[in-house]
Antibody, heavy 116, light 107 residues
Framework: QVQLKESGPGLVQPSQTLSLTCTVS????????VHWVRQPPGKGLEWMGG???????AYNSALKSRLSISRDTSKSQVFLKMNSLQTEDTAIYFC??????????WGQGVMVTVSS | DTVMTQSPASMSTSVGERVTVNCKAS??????VAWFQQKPGQSPKRLIY???NRHTGVPDRFTGSGFGRDFTLTISNVEAEDLAVYYC?????????FGGGTKLELK
C-alpha cells in the first residue's frame, strides 16, 4: 500500500543544516510528485517545495535561498535540505504526494526543534 | 504570491447543522484549489481537489465550490467526527499557498 514516512533529527542547532528524508513505498517517484509542507506548533500549513515525477523542482520563494529538494529513485527516497536554521523553523515537517492535480497521501510528519 | 484569505478563523456549530468555510484568493486561481481536514496530532487529510471534486471515501456531506477567486467548503449535517481544522490550498501558481485555517468546534 502507499506510504510516505519522514525521518530526520529531532533537534537541530541554530545556523545548522536540516536534512530530512521521505521514504515512500507503494508507488514510483517517477510517476508522482512529492512535496514538503511544514507546520509550526499551533500554527497553519506552509508549502515549502516539491519535486515532480520528471525530476524538476520548485520552491517557496520565502525559502528558496536556503532550501534544496532532491531524490534517489532507486531508494524511493526524497530529500530535503535547508540551511541556516533559526528558531522559527521549528515545525512538524510533512511529505505528501501529488499527481494530476490530485493530492492524496501524507506522511505522519516529523517534529524538528531548532534550539541550542 | 497568491494570498488565500480564509474565513472564519473559528466557528462553533452543533451536530446536524450546515457550515460554510470560505477562501478568497488575491488573484484568480481558476479551479486549482484543494481542501484538507486536520485533526489534532494528525497529518492533513485530503477532502476536495480542483475545487469541486470529492476524494474517494470522503462523505458526500462535504462539498467544494467556487472558481476564480472565491471558494467554499460546505459541510452539511455536521457530525461530531467533523470537528477539526480545515485548510484551503491554491496550487495554481508557485508558491502554492494555504489559507490560515478554520477551526470547527462544538457549541
Amino acid at each position: 500500500q502507499v506510504q510516505l514516512k519522514e525521518s530526520g533529527p529531532g533537534l537541530v542547532q541554530p545556523s545548522q543544516t536540516l536534512s530530512l528524508t521521505c521514504t515512500v513505498s507503494g508507488f514510483s517517484l517517477t510517476s508522482y510528485d512529492v512535496h514538503w509542507v511544514r507546520q509550526p506548533p499551533g500554527k497553519g500549513l506552509e508549502w515549502m517545495g516539491g519535486i515532480w515525477g520528471d525530476g524538476s523542482t520548485a520552491y517557496n520563494s520565502a525559502l528558496k535561498s536556503r532550501l534544496s529538494i532532491s531524490r534517489d529513485t532507486s531508494k524511493s527516497q526524497v530529500f530535503l535540505k535547508m540551511n541556516s536554521l533559526q528558531t522559527e523553523d521549528t515545525a512538524i515537517y510533512f511529505c505528501t504526494r501529488l499527481r494530476a492535480a490530485i493530492w492524496d497521501y501524507w506522511g505522519q510528519g516529523v517534529m524538528v526543534t531548532v534550539s541550542s | 504570491d497568491t494570498v488565500m484569505t480564509q474565513s472564519p478563523a473559528s466557528m462553533s456549530t452543533s451536530v446536524g447543522e450546515r457550515v460554510t468555510v470560505n477562501c478568497k484568493a488575491s488573484q484568480s486561481v481558476g479551479t486549482v484549489v484543494a481542501w484538507f481536514q486536520q485533526k489534532p496530532g494528525q497529518s492533513p487529510k485530503r477532502l476536495i481537489y480542483l475545487a469541486t471534486n470529492r476524494h474517494t471515501g470522503v462523505p458526500d456531506r462535504f462539498t467544494g465550490s467556487g472558481f476564480g477567486r472565491d471558494f467554499t467548503l460546505t459541510i452539511s449535517n455536521v457530525e461530531a467526527e467533523d470537528l477539526a481544522v480545515y485548510y484551503c490550498l491554491q496550487y495554481d501558481s508557485i508558491p502554492w499557498t494555504f489559507g490560515g485555517g478554520t477551526k470547527l468546534e462544538l457549541k
